[in-house]
């Protein structure tokens, strides 16, 4: 089992910054894919990013790359997304997701078995 929280969600401009962090409990998480999804309202939930368990192989929607940045830290259990160039599209509950197997294609919502509970980014334009 894998318990999962997030935090660093927030308000911020257009053009901002923000970084999101996943703390993880369990004895697997080092072997775990890690991602990111998001859900806008009235919307499905769609992957953001995801990092496979040695931080070796990573995917990006094509909405956030060149502006998002997934990564981790083993020793920490924590996973993070580095946002800068935040848009108004960007504005979504923010969930952190855990795996045991390594994606095929694009990830998809229903090869993660653990999420946390959501965290708030809203961008003002």
């Known amino acids: 089992q894998v318990q999962l929280v997030e935090s660093g969600g927030g308000l911020v401009q257009a053009g901002g910054s923000l970084r999101l962090s996943c703390a993880a409990s369990?004895?697997?998480?080092?072997?775990?894919?890690m991602g990111w999804f998001r859900q806008a309202p009235g919307k499905e939930r769609e992957v953001v990013a995801a990092?496979?368990?040695?931080?070796?192989?990573?995917y990006y929607a094509d909405s956030v790359k060149g502006r998002f940045t997934i990564s981790r830290d083993n020793a920490k259990n924590t996973v993070y997304l580095q946002m800068n160039s935040l848009k108004p599209e960007d504005t979504a509950v923010y969930y952190c997701?855990?795996?045991?197997?390594?994606?095929?294609?694009?990830?998809?919502?229903?090869?993660?078995?653990?999420w946390g509970q959501g965290t708030q980014v809203t961008v003002s334009s």
């Open positions: 990092i496979s368990w040695s931080g070796g192989s990573t």
């Open positions: 369990g004895r697997t998480f080092s072997t775990n894919v």
């Open positions: 997701a855990s795996a045991r197997r390594i994606w095929v294609g694009v990830p998809s919502s229903t090869d993660f078995g653990f």
